[in-house]
């Protein structure tokens, strides 16, 4: 039962470089999220994605997107590295509505921009 | 917009003691509410929800909280504090008028349960 799963759970990037964080989860949900952790600043929402098919900005989206491959799956992408983006990054999902709304994390990505 | 204050950055009580975390929202129209637990270097765990009904919720390890819409707040509460839920809390909002799509969390709160 692994709910959901993110990789990797370290990186270190060069000011400048792409990459892309992935999550997958196994729930069947039709909602997914991702999230940045600051110290201080709480989970602040990067992008959203309510289905398959279907991705909104959240509170920070600037420097990131997101792709939604199919239901299981949702990555963040980030074209241009930034130390600002240094953060610790969270994939999560959830029903929309119904007995089921709460959200199940996976266990975050470290990155460093250096 | 929809929003979540945590006016606490930090909780510092005692164990055996009474504990409570303070939440108040900001939505239009009737919200769900979170309550979630991180333990460090850990992803974050579920703790209890309000949808609908019982103003009064019964979550995991003991906590619950109590909706007040008259004062838009959910405070987190236990009845006896353990060293163990020494942790950081937050509180999260999803709003009808989104179609309850996003998750908003607030900037959590540190709870200090010292023995």
């Known amino acids: 039962n692994a709910g959901v799963t993110q990789t990797p759970k370290f990186q270190v990037l060069k000011t400048g470089q792409s990459m892309t964080l992935q999550c997958a989860q196994d729930m069947n949900h039709n909602s997914m999220y991702w999230y940045r952790q600051d110290p201080g600043m709480g989970l602040r929402l990067i992008y959203y994605?309510?289905?398959?098919?279907?991705?909104d900005k959240g509170e920070v989206p600037n420097g990131y997107n997101v792709s939604r491959l199919n239901k299981r799956e949702f990555s963040l992408r980030l074209e241009s590295a930034a130390p600002s983006q240094t953060s610790v990054y969270f994939c999560a999902s959830s029903d929309r509505t119904g007995a089921n709304t709460e959200a199940f994390f996976g266990q975050g990505t470290r990155l460093t921009v250096v | 917009a929809q929003s979540v204050a945590q006016p606490e950055d930090q909780v510092n009580v005692a164990e055996g003691n009474p504990l409570t975390v303070k939440c108040t929202y900001s939505?239009?129209?009737?919200?769900?509410l979170f309550w979630y637990v991180q333990y460090p270097n850990r992803g974050l765990q579920f703790l209890l929800k309000?949808?609908?009904?019982?103003?009064l919720v019964k979550g995991s390890y003991g906590f619950e909280a109590e909706f007040n819409k008259s004062q838009t707040s959910f405070h987190l509460k236990k009845p006896s504090a353990l060293v163990s839920d020494s942790a950081l809390y937050f509180c999260?909002?999803?709003?009808?008028?989104?179609?309850?799509?996003?998750?908003?969390f607030g900037t959590g709160t540190r709870l200090l349960v010292s023995p």
């Open positions: 309000y949808i609908t009904g019982d103003n």
């Open positions: 999260a909002v999803r709003d009808r008028r989104t179609g309850f799509q996003k998750l908003v």
């Open positions: 994605s309510a289905s398959e098919g279907t991705t």
């Open positions: 939505v239009s129209g009737n919200p769900y």
